[in-house]
């Protein structure tokens, strides 16, 4: 019901902030002299869903998924695309569903009511903060973060992992093969991780997007 | 000054470029390519430092990280570094070294003056001398004894540098860039296999640069310079230089140190001076070479005795001359290739002393016509010199005939010992072998292998062969195969050795232990005193000790022990080590995580607002939470904080609650599993109702408590402290996937989604009615006490209310999702205008629930049970619950239990401090008279006086009472009286309103 009277509603009036407002500014970080060997930027307003399967439902739900968004849930870490949403698993029969909000507006009513009896739907789209990463040196400067190996080898586009970096609890995906990567990390910790990344980063020349 | 002993030609330096050094404040200049050490002596310096404990002048010993003399302190200032080896520190522009030990200079040392007393202070004089009175020890002896030894000075600044670290992954690492490192890299990379080679010097090659040697007929240092190449050409190989692999660690994890910026004065701008690096590599290679010994003879630390194999490196890769007339005293067949290279560099050769008496043919057909002596079974009885270097040495001939010949230079050669460290590191013991007088490496650890003279095969041709068979092994392990890689060829050579450790001596010290100035007569008295054991023996002489841990001592020491006591060395003993195999320094062990970066932070979604309004922030856990919001004017916090507390009880204040655990608890089973979760039970509560809740550990006392409310039939919020959200939410997934994986729950951290506000005192309900949307009823009737509701504010925005309240009043909590937290935030300070609504921090909300007697951190701190808090009603008799047997054992029970009470000061001005202790008035404060303590106390601005919240022994029964407050801490002792627990509103009337 709630959810159909905001639809209804004019604008409201509270503005939004992204945590990370005071560091992600657009420009050049670290070093200057070379071209940018990282590029940073924050993916802003997306709809992100946590979704959490039911006991005894897991098949039903995987259907639900494939009839109504077009997407084989992965059983293991790895990244699923969607009818302009992507299924990233983080736990046995929990999943995180990422869409644009411009393309997704509806989307927590309408996973909560397909997957009514089938799977708990949580909105998470303020309770992570998503950066999109790519460049040269990005293998390098994460290799100063995080602790997984994400050589071409070992960690290809469509996998995904979660990790801790400095004692922040993070998930990565990888978008494609540039490479570029996805980061999602709690909102409460993104300004921190963000300076972390940075810092690792800026000896290669950052530019944030 | 010009490099007067620099080489006319030869050598892996720049003769094009030089470089402006300062040692000891004189000015020298090197080549690119010189380390320190090699820059000194092709400018004629051989005193480079003083001896930890006799001060004796030391030159340098070795040409690598084995460096136990030449250690000096680096750089000025906050960079200071002392005991760097000037074997390992490559010349830079500007480079600025001093010696240490010394004083008031390094040629004239007053400390030298410990030598003459020497006799007196031998092996564990310290523990005999500075015994009594033992109360001197930490004050006189210690503070003595530091200055007098110590290994140079720390900086006295913060280091200003970066520190990094990195984790890399590979299915080989190459550990040394010798003849075996390189075939051993070459021999994996070219399979396409992921190889890290890392090499501790700044140059490839090992000893493939230091020695004339050929590799398929070409000059050695152009074969390594192809092999570099070709690696440096494979997308799959990446090289480390200035890297030293220091630790063996489980599951294939190495540990190694990049000195990114040691060579030069300033790192540049965004990188680090060291980077530590993680290696995860499926199988390993150990190349790291092998050591060479000394030999143990009177004066051998002399300035100008240095190992042959040095003398050699210092020839043939540095183009520097360490002396002008050498005597060799060898007992291995590289004696001969020490002869040639000194012809070859135009040093004179005086003796050739073997005490083998047939020393390898070749010696004697070298020498030829050349006027020097090869003196075979003979011996070094001692090196005569000084500061300025060594002047002559006594010979012994095979029939003890002395002469005295002579030199500047002695060169020495005990043979080699494999460098086998990192396959220690594990656990596994070296392995003695007879036919090369060394130890070889025992059981390895999983996935490594060993190749050339770390496994004792010192020949080339064996480091070729060894190396590139171990690299194909290491990647075809890995599913890396190919390639017909040919070995290339080498020169036969003569690796025979003989055992001689010491030569018998009647003057002077023949050192074993260079770095710790331990002598064969230190060994001797060890032994007297019953330190025969090899772990003994190191503990009672220092030997192997300090910053080089006895590379070049360890197996002397024990080889003399094993004829002291005539044992072989095998039933001596053996030494393993443990990380790191060479100094590491604390910046790159720490990397980035230091100071305030030591921790993560976290911010609230209204952090930028708090601290635009000034608020003073503490650090709790992780988190950054405002502790109070000064005024312009006020200085001090009790001030801010009891204006606080009384606008909120009369007014209205608001509060950043958004760090308190949340947890969506959904599901069929949500109730049943929050039964069993919380002491008192939630499967009956209403929807649309929160209830206080409190949970057990499994052993019965408190884990934590918080509000949980139920927003639809299978949908719970639960809230947790702030402190405990972590171990709350460990504890629920472990009660959900271990206990009762059947329940059906689905368990979702909520409390980074949702911005949190409290909203309390009697106006709060007008603020809030001016930003939830006007369709909502939020009248007394419609939102009574503990309802909690799902409403839209401000315009169709999501939200939550929960009327709760932890300060007393009536109050509510509001959520919304975080993104909008200042902006929400904003709006409630607009809409409260007013009624000059004021923020508050975590003083004023503490001060509040103590007015309440509501329990928080200072109770809830794991030692208290339910009836300690008297909450025991809240234990549900009617179901099973976590805690519920073990809460009943007769300990925890026992009527005399301190159990929570209030206190009040019996003279209202008294100040009451958390931590003070209760005894009875009028008696002794002991420990036999202690009844509890006092747990968390505040000012309370509605009552003019402080208040405190305790546990005392049948505190309830006891209201009235009087009893002491002792706090030895802080000097205190208050007498308080025993009250209720809750100060104000015991009927709770507010709450209601």
């Known amino acids: ?209 | 000054m010009a490099a007067s002993q620099r080489l006319a030609t030869g050598g892996l330096i720049d003769r094009r470029r030089t470089i402006d050094f300062t040692f000891d404040s004189r000015r020298y200049q090197g080549h690119p390519g010189d380390s320190l050490a090699s820059a000194l002596i092709a400018n004629g310096v051989k005193l480079t430092g003083r001896s930890f404990k006799y001060h004796r002048p030391r030159g340098t010993l070795s040409a690598g990280s084995e460096e136990p003399n030449a250690l000096v302190e680096l750089r000025q200032g906050a960079r200071r570094e002392p005991n760097t080896r000037a074997t390992m520190i490559e010349i830079h522009e500007g480079l600025v070294a001093n010696s240490q030990n010394c004083w008031p200079s390094l040629r004239f040392d007053l400390g030298a003056l410990t030598g003459l007393v020497s006799p007196i202070i031998a092996a564990g004089f310290y523990y005999k001398t500075f015994m009594w009175p033992a109360s001197f020890w930490e004050k006189v002896y210690e503070p003595l004894i530091r200055r007098a030894a110590g290994l140079g000075r720390g900086a006295d600044a913060a280091d200003p540098d970066y520190y990094e670290k990195a984790t890399t992954f590979c299915d080989v690492l190459v550990i040394g860039s010798g003849p075996a490192g390189l075939m051993a890299a070459l021999a994996s990379g070219r399979t396409g296999a992921r190889v890290i080679l890392a090499e501790e010097d700044f140059h490839l090659g090992g000893r493939a640069i230091a020695e004339r040697i050929a590799v398929d007929g070409e000059p050695a240092a152009k074969w390594v310079a192809a092999v570099e190449a070709e690696l440096a050409s494979l997308p799959e190989v990446r090289i480390l230089v200035r890297t030293t692999v220091f630790g063996t660690y489980d599951h294939g994890t190495y540990g190694a140190v990049e000195r990114v910026n040691d060579h030069v004065v300033d790192p540049p701008a965004h990188e680090p001076r060291h980077r530590l690096w993680r290696i995860i590599a499926k199988r390993a290679i150990l190349a790291a070479g092998a050591i060479e010994r000394p030999l143990i003879f009177a004066g051998n630390d002399r300035p100008g005795v240095m190992l042959a194999g040095a003398v050699r490196s210092y020839i043939n890769r540095y183009a520097v001359r360490p002396g002008r007339r050498a005597v060799v005293f060898a007992n291995n067949d590289e004696a001969t290739q020490t002869v040639v290279d000194l012809s070859a560099a135009g040093i004179e050769i005086a003796a050739i002393v073997d005490p083998r008496l047939n020393p390898d043919p070749e010696l004697a057909k070298l020498i030829g016509s050349s006027g020097a002596r090869l003196i075979s079974g003979g011996m070094i009885v001692r090196v005569l010199g000084g500061t300025r270097g060594t002047r002559n040495v006594l010979i012994a001939d095979e029939k003890k005939r002395l002469s005295n010949i002579a030199c500047d230079l002695v060169a020495m050669s005990g043979g080699w010992m494999p460098t086998v460290h990192l396959t220690t590191h594990l656990g596994g013991r070296p392995k003695w072998r007879d036919q090369i007088a060394a130890f070889v490496p025992g059981i390895l650890p999983p996935g490594m292998l060993v190749a050339g003279a770390a496994a004792g095969h010192f020949a080339l041709r064996d480091c070729l062969s060894g190396g590139a068979s171990a690299g194909a092994q290491a990647a075809a392990a890995n599913g890396f195969r190919n390639t017909s890689l040919i070995v290339p060829s080498a020169e036969p050579e003569g690796t025979n050795v003989s055992a001689l450790w010491r030569v018998p001596h009647r003057r002077g010290k023949a050192f074993i232990d260079f770095q710790n100035d331990v002598t064969d007569a230190d060994v001797e008295l060890a032994e007297r005193e019953g330190f025969r054991a090899v772990e003994h023996l190191k503990r009672y002489t220092t030997l192997g000790m300090a910053t080089d841990q006895g590379k070049t001592s360890n197996l002397n020491g024990i080889a003399v022990m094993a004829e002291i006591t005539e044992r072989t060395i095998s039933q001596c003993g053996t030494t393993v080590f443990r990380p790191p195999f060479s100094p590491v320094s604390f910046g790159a062990l720490a990397g980035p995580h230091k100071g305030k970066k030591l921790r993560p932070v976290r911010r609230t979604s209204a952090h930028s607002w708090a601290e635009r309004r000034g608020a003073v922030f503490l650090d709790t856990g992780l988190w950054l939470r405002a502790q109070w919001f000064p005024e312009p004017g006020e200085t001090d916090w009790l001030t801010s904080i009891v204006r606080e507390v009384t606008a909120t009880r009369t007014r209205v204040g608001l509060c950043d609650v958004s760090t308190l655990g949340k947890f969506e608890v959904h599901g069929r089973d949500a109730g049943t599993f929050l039964d069993r979760i919380y002491c008192n039970t939630f499967s009956t509560l209403p929807i649309g109702r929160a209830r206080y809740g409190l949970m057990l550990r499994e052993d019965g006392f408190v884990m934590d408590d918080g509000t949980t409310s139920r927003l639809a039939e299978h949908r719970y919020l639960m809230t947790t402290t702030t402190v405990n959200a972590g171990k709350v939410m460990q504890h629920l997934e472990y009660c959900r996937q271990v206990l009762w994986p059947k329940l059906d729950i689905q368990l979702m951290a909520a409390s980074e989604q949702w911005a949190q506000f409290s909203i309390a005192g009697p106006r709060s309900r007008d603020v809030l009615r001016q930003v939830i949307d006007p369709d909502y009823d939020i009248s007394n009737a419609a939102v009574p006490y503990l309802a909690a509701r799902e409403v839209t504010v401000c315009g169709g925005i999501e939200a939550r209310i929960f009327r709760i309240s932890f300060s007393g009043e009536l109050a509510y909590e509001l959520a919304v999702p975080a993104r909008y937290g200042v902006a929400m935030v904003r709006a409630l300070m607009d809409a409260g205008k007013p009624w000059n609504i004021t923020p508050y921090g975590l003083e004023a909300l503490n001060v509040m629930r103590i007015e309440k007697g509501h329990v928080s951190g200072g109770e809830l701190n794991g030692q208290t049970t339910a009836r300690d808090l008297r909450l025991e009603k809240m234990l549900s008799k009617k179901k099973d619950f976590i805690g519920r047997v073990l809460a009943g054992r007769p300990a925890l029970v026992e009527p005399d239990r301190p159990r929570l009470a209030g206190f009040k000061p019996v003279d209202r001005s008294d100040r009451l401090n958390a931590g003070a202790h209760f005894v009875p008035i009028d008696t002794v404060a002991s420990a036999d008279n202690d009844q509890g303590y006092m747990t968390s106390v505040g000012y309370s601005p509605t009552l003019n006086h402080w208040i405190g919240l305790g546990l005392i022994t049948r505190g309830h029964e006891r209201i009235g009472e009087r009893v002491r407050a002792y706090d030895p801490v802080r000097n205190a002792d208050v007498v308080v009286e025993i009250t209720d627990t809750v100060f104000i509103d015991p009927q709770g009337d507010r709450l209601a309103s």
Do not use: M
């Open chain 1, 1 to 209: 019901l709630i959810h159909k009277e905001i639809a209804l509603r004019a604008e409201p009036r509270l503005t939004i902030r992204s945590p990370l407002i005071d560091v992600a500014r657009p420009g050049r970080l670290g070093q200057r002299n070379l071209l940018p060997g990282v590029f940073i930027e924050e993916r802003g307003d997306l709809v992100l869903a946590a979704i959490i399967g039911r006991n005894g439902q897991q098949s039903v739900l995987t259907n639900v998924i494939r009839k109504c968004f077009a997407a084989d849930l992965p059983q293991t870490p790895k990244l699923a695309h969607g009818n302009s949403l992507d299924f990233v698993w983080t736990a046995p029969w929990q999943w995180l569903v990422i869409g644009e909000r411009a393309k997704n507006r509806d989307l927590l009513s309408k996973l909560r009511s397909e997957l009514s009896g089938v799977a708990a739907v949580f909105d998470n789209s303020d309770a992570r903060v998503i950066i999109r990463v790519h460049g040269p040196r990005i293998r390098d400067t994460l290799s100063k973060v995080i602790s997984i190996d994400l050589h071409r080898r070992a960690f290809r586009t469509g996998d995904a992992a979660s990790t801790q970096a400095a004692g922040i609890s993070l998930q990565l995906w990888q978008t494609d093969n540039r490479p570029a990567y996805d980061l999602a990390v709690a909102r409460s910790y993104a300004e921190d991780f963000w300076e972390r990344l940075v810092e690792a980063g800026s000896e290669y020349g950052i530019e944030v997007g």
